[in-house]
Structures are given as C-alpha cells and as structure tokens.
C-alpha cells in the first residue's frame, strides 16, 4: 500500500520525488565517452540486498529494465553497461561506455520491481562530438581558460585577435570589448615559438561559444577555430539522515585564497540566499548548528548539524568579495536530500535549566558510529562560528568544567546523556546536540539539597546526606564519584563490598553514602542524582576535601601524644565520683565539669584541683557519718519506747509504713550502699517537704489547745524527718566550702 501512494505520489507530481531514492536529476555528456550515474538508498538491512535497477522510461510511462543487480543486461547494453552496488555507502552506481545520440533519454534508477519499487528520475543528454577542425574548452563556471592560438613567423608582427563567430571584437593588442573587461588579455610568448595565449577569466555562461583567433587580417592571416563550453557545476550529491549531520567540502583554488568566501541555498525563484560566509553573515535559520572551518589554499568546510526535512535542496559554495554568488565567479554545487526514515533518534531543541540546578543534554548519534568518540561541545557564532570542546568519551574535558559535566553512555540505542550541574547564566546557550540551554533564575530551587562544603578527616568516616522531594520516590537514586568527564556510579550494600556504600532511607527521603577510613583518594566531586528507565535526571554535585585533623582542631605533636600522667590523675577521680553518694546533685554536676575541663589545663593545675576535691569529699563524709550515728541512736531510743507503750511492731511493718509516705526515696539519702545521686527535681521535693516539716515544730501560738499524748510510731516519724533535714544542712555547708576557698 504504501509503495502504490508513493507510486502515485510520482505520476501527480512528476517534478517532487516522494522516494527515498536520490540521484542526479540531470547528467550530460558528449558521444563516444563514458558516463556514471550514482543513486543513494536509505541504509536498511533490505534495501542493501534487494534487487537494484536502470531502467528506460518510454512514452506511456512503461520503464523497461536495461540492466539489475541480479545478472540481467539487454542486448544494447552489452559490453558497454555495467551496474555495482557499494553497501556500505548505501548506493549504486551504473557505468555506461560508448555513448551515442540514441542514449538521450529519460531513466530510472530505483530499488525492487521496475515498475512499482523506489526510484529516482534521471535526464541523459548525450550531445554530439566536435568537428576535428575545431578545438574544444570545457571550463566549469567561474574559472580560467587560456586559448592556445599559433602563427606564422611572417606574421609575428602582426596584430593579434580574438573575436566571436558572431563577428563580435573580444580583444585584440591594443583594444578589449567592455564586456571582458579585467577578464580577458593577450599574451604573446615570443617570435621564436610562434604562438599567443589569450586568457579569459571569471567565465560566465554567456561567454560559451564558438571563438575565432587569428594573426593579422589579410589574405595570409592565421585562423584557428575554438568552441568553448561553460559548464554549470553538476551538483554533487549529499544524502543525509533526518537528525544527522552532513559535511560540504568546498575547493575553489589558490587564487581564491583571499577572497571572501560563502555557502548559500538556492531559492525558488533562482537565487541564492546566504547561509553563511567568512564576512560573518549566517542565516538565523541555522543558528547554532553550523560552523566554517577555512582550511587555506582557497579551501573551506561547511558542518552543518541537526538536519531537519527544510534543509534538503540546492546549495552553492563559492568566493566573492561581497561574501555572495556572482556571475563569473567560482561556484561549487551540492544537492541536499535528506531521508526522513531515519534510525537516529529525536532530542528536544531547547532544554530549560535554574541557576544552581542541573540539566540532562540527549544527544543522538547514528548507530553504525558507535564506536566513535562522542563528546559535546559549545556553539559560538563569532564570525565564522565555533565549537569548543566542552567533554569527550575519551577522558577529555575543559577545565572550568570540572566536576561539572559529565558524559554518559546511557540510555543507548543511538543517544547518549551529557549532564551539566552547578549552572549559571553564562552557561545559557546553544550546544553542538542542535539543543539550545535556556537559563531561567529566581522562579524554583534545585529539588535534591547536598551540603555545600564538606572537609573529610583521614582514617575517619564520612557520611553524605542527598534529599529528594517526593516527586523522586519512585525514581532510581545513586551517588557517583566525578572524574575525567566521567562520573563512577558507587556500588550500593547489596554488590561487591566497597570503601565506599550506599544506602538510601525513604521514610526520610534522602539517600546517604558513607566513606569508610577514609583516604586522600576519596578527595573530589561528588554527584548525587536521579533517573528513570536508563534517562538521566537531576542532579546534584559536593566537593568532599580530605584533611589530617578536622577544621579548628589541634593537632596532636608526637612529645605530648602519650595519655599516660593524664589518665593516672584522671583515673582515680572517676572512681570517687562514681562510689560516693550525693544528695545535692549540682555538686555531681560541677565535679564532673571538673574532669571533663581537665584536658585543657597544664598537669599541675589539675593535680590541684583533684586534691580539693578530696578535701571537699573528706569535710562531706566524716560529718554525715557522725549524723548517721545520731540517726541510729535516735531510732533506737524509738524502737524502745515504743515496745513499752505499745503493741510490738515489726521491723518489716516499720520499713512499710515510711516507704508509703512521703519520702519514697529515703533510702537514697539514708543508705550508704546507694551510690547514685537523686536527680534535681527529686532533691527540691525533698527540701520543700523537709521546710514544711519544721515549720509547725517552730511556730508557737498564744493559745495551744492541749495536744494528745504522742505514740512512739509517731515520735519515731518525727524523729526520722529531723533526721533528714540535719543531713540535708550538713550537705549543703559542705557543698559551699569548696567554693569559698
């Protein structure tokens, strides 16, 4: 179905080929010689193998196969055809020797069945051979010719001409026909070899023709007939993939070195519009994706990339000082076709980027070059245009893009990922992918958040926190480690152990890698990033610094590395303070400052200040053990008392009765086996209820009601609370000692 509408396509519009199928729409040459026609087909694993042909169009549009690829050749093309076809350059090429007038015609060149595959249209022209008598200059457009004319010697001194067969004066010694002005000219070797030279340049195609040079004018003078053939370049023939790149080679000649040089686009109404020129004119339609290299000796290249289907058509490269076509002067033609079945993927032409943030550059490549560099550079339009390389996949990259950029091989298939962080304004741009980088500041923040600056300590570790907004939870996350235009993805807990792991917590939406023992390797950029489905996302890049001490601390010199003294002052501190009990825990609280401030101090000053603490400790005990002993007598007195007064109570039911008041902690204060401290608010409690306590015993009223005779349980009560409030006074004098001193 589909070759049937291209087939009709053709029939409509015979002058449009809707085919794939390109070659030279018109081809001319001259009896007797040899032609070649050469036809491109798009790069398919069929079309390479299917059945090429040349084929003969006749008056009612039958096209009958004069030779194929499979063997046949007919009878008039026997022994002068042959047809060869070059699979790696995607085209055929048919060869056709001894050619006549009745070669003039309209063929075929074209894939499959002759009447109903792909083909292409081609015009032969076969014109007739010269007359002996005349001598024939074939000369492309633009170029030089130089017309050999001879003498006799009894006309050497005679006047030399060139004039038209038309009877037209070209020039002759002394006179030059306004229209060859500075083009045309006479040079006369000498008498001895008996021939002039007249020289025209610039040739336009009005100066085709048949030219007469003689010596002198009379009965004796010298004639030689000349038919000078200007000759439009034939187009060369360009064939490119939708996407793809393409490459004009233009070479002029060494006299064209210094002059201005241009490619331009010939347009329907026959003119040519400038594409671009060394003057550093360049059409706006292919900004950012054409550069001209000039290569000396009147040579120059045109690159022109990201081929879109407007491109194809016909293009002129040529030299002129106004950096424009002229008549006259040197031209070279191509016709563009580019076939829009191609393999090489599509890329977005402008990618968006934030200050700050990141952006993923896809760029497409044809998979038959897939072993070839890649790399991506920056487009600039100063004059002629250029393209610095920015990163290559051989390890290159520029300077002040390190850590920056970054190439990578995925997602494949005929396109890899550039990635380009940290962006800044100047970063905006178009790019050698045919991508234009838009910058946009102010609007939104980068969505992953690393820490900005981060020092690592040698030997030690080192965690790297990466968050992610929810957008990017089901996204692939990974940390990798920059270097060389490449970033090193690194292996997560699940592969092969490594230095370097990583782990990601979702509950926390962040992704975490840890350096083990770290060393001075580990020192670089670091990216963490996101992608889906081998497509390159967001990313974001830290430098981890690696030091020998972290920032703002001392380090340690090897006469004053040993703790030995220290710890044999400090040891012992540690075990007084844990095996003694303290009912004000502030005084814990402020020995333990102690200790810990000790690192800080020379030896001397901290031996001093371990020995007041044992003072402090010393005037602490040696009157609470005094208070104790008043203590147990005082119960003992009790306990006596009690056993005359009333009913005997157990020790066991005593003990139950105080734990169900008040005091649930007393036996922290009382007990010498409790070596821990009450906390603080424990400690006001017991102040207070202690104050409340005592209270009543000081305040006497004027009238007393008289009060119910004491049980012993209750003096015993009585006793026990002053008890602790005794104790707690003691504690505090003692705390405040130290402090005078």
Same mark, same amino acid.
């Given at each position: ?27 001319? %040459? ?7 026609? @050469? ?8 079309? $390479? ?39 790696? *350059? ?90 060859? @002005? ?75 070195? +210094? ?67 002229? /008549? ?38 044809? $998979?038959? /070059? ?25 390890? *290159? ?49 980068? %969505? ?22 929810? @957008? ?15 970033? &090193? *993805? ?16 979702? +509950? ?46 001392? *380090? ?95 020790? &066991? %039911? ?10 649930? +902690? ?7 086996? +409790? ?31 008289? $009060?119910?005779? $004491? ?31």
């Amino acid at each position: 179905m589909r070759l049937f509408l291209l087939t009709c396509l053709m029939a409509v519009f015979p002058g449009v080929s809707a085919s794939p199928i390109f070659g030279p729409a018109e081809v001319s %040459s001259v009896e007797g010689s040899l032609v070649s026609i @050469k036809c491109y087909y798009p790069a398919t694993s069929v079309n $390479r193998h299917t059945r090429k042909y040349w084929c003969r169009q006749g008056s009612r549009g039958v096209c009958t196969t004069l030779i194929s690829s499979e063997g046949y050749i007919s009878k008039d093309y026997l022994g002068r055809a042959n047809i060869t076809n070059f699979p790696e *350059e995607s085209a055929f090429v048919v060869n056709i020797s001894q050619l006549s007038r009745d070669d003039s015609g309209r063929y075929k060149c074209g894939l499959g069945i002759s009447s109903r595959g792909l083909s292409f249209d081609v015009s032969l022209e076969v014109s007739p051979d010269p007359q002996d008598d005349i001598e024939v200059y074939t000369v492309d457009l633009g170029r030089t010719v130089t017309i050999n004319c001879p003498f006799k010697h009894e006309n050497s001194q005679k006047m030399k001409y060139l004039f038209k067969e038309t009877g037209e004066l070209v020039i002759n010694t002394n006179y030059v026909n306004p229209n060859f @002005k500075g083009r045309a000219s006479i040079v006369i070797q000498g008498t001895n070899q008996l021939m002039f030279n007249i020289i025209i340049k610039q040739l336009k195609l009005s100066d085709a023709g048949i030219y007469i040079c003689q010596a002198w004018d009379g009965s004796s003078s010298n004639k030689k007939y000349v038919d000078l053939q200007v000759l439009e370049p034939e187009p060369e023939l360009l064939y490119g993939e939708l996407r793809g790149s393409v490459n004009f080679d233009c070479a002029l000649g060494p006299e064209e070195t +210094n002059v201005a040089q241009f490619l331009c686009r010939v347009n329907s109404q026959g003119s040519c519009d400038v594409v671009i020129n060394t003057l550093g004119k360049r059409d706006p339609a292919f900004e950012g994706r054409i550069l001209l290299t000039q290569r000396g000796n009147g040579r120059f290249s045109v690159l022109l990339t990201g081929l879109k289907k407007g491109d194809a058509g016909h293009y002129l490269c040529g030299a002129h000082p106004g950096g424009q076509q002229k /008549e006259g002067w040197p031209i070279q033609a191509w016709q563009l076709f580019i076939n829009e079945e191609t393999v090489i993927p599509s890329n977005p032409t402008v990618v968006k980027g934030m200050t700050g943030g990141s952006v993923s550059l896809l760029c497409p490549y044809d $998979r038959k /070059e897939s072993n070839s560099i890649k790399y991506l550079c920056r487009w600039e339009g100063t004059q002629n245009g250029r393209c610095p390389l920015l990163v290559s996949s051989d390890g *290159e990259v520029q300077e002040e893009h390190e850590g920056r950029l970054a190439l990578f091989k995925e997602p494949g298939n005929g396109t890899y990922t550039v990635i380009l962080n940290q962006l800044t304004t100047q970063d905006a741009g178009f790019y050698w992918t045919s991508t234009e980088l838009q910058i946009v500041e102010g609007k939104r923040k980068p %969505s992953l958040k690393v820490p900005e600056n981060v020092t690592a300590v040698l030997g030690k570790s080192l965690e790297l926190q990466c968050h992610f907004p929810c @957008k990017y939870y089901a996204f692939e996350k990974y940390w990798c480690k920059w270097s060389n235009g490449e970033c &090193r *993805e690194l292996p997560s807990q699940d592969k092969s152990p490594s230095q370097a792991l990583v782990t990601c917590d979702q +509950n926390n939406r962040f992704i975490s890698m840890t350096l083990n023992s770290v060393v001075k390797e580990d020192e670089g950029w670091y990216w963490c990033g996101v992608r889906k489905d081998h497509n390159y996302g967001e990313t974001a890049a830290v430098y981890v610094a690696v030091e020998k001490v972290a920032v703002g601390s001392r *380090e340690v010199s090897p006469a004053n590395a040993n703790p030995g003294a220290e710890e044999k002052v400090a040891e012992p501190t540690v075990r007084v303070i844990e095996n003694k009990a303290i009912v004000n825990p502030r005084l814990f609280a402020e020995e333990r400052a102690v200790v810990e401030d000790t690192g800080d101090q020379e030896p001397g000053i901290r031996t001093e200040t371990l020995h007041s603490d044992s003072k402090v400790l010393l005037s602490t005990l040696v009157p609470l053990g005094l208070v104790l002993s008043v203590g147990a007598v005082a119960v003992w007195v009790a306990r006596a008392r009690h056993r005359k007064n009333v009913d005997r109570v157990s020790i &066991r %039911s005593y003990r139950t009765d105080i734990s169900m008041s008040d005091f649930d +902690n007393s036996r922290e204060f009382g007990a010498v086996d +409790n070596m821990g401290a009450a906390p603080v608010t424990q400690e006001t409690i017991l102040e207070e209820k202690a104050e409340a306590m005592a209270t009543p015993e000081g305040n006497t009223e004027p009238e007393e009601p008289k $009060r119910a005779k $004491r049980s012993s349980k209750e003096e015993a009560h009585m006793a026990y609370s002053a008890f602790l409030l005794q104790s707690s006074k003691i504690a505090a004098q003692g705390q405040e000692e130290p402090s005078e001193v």
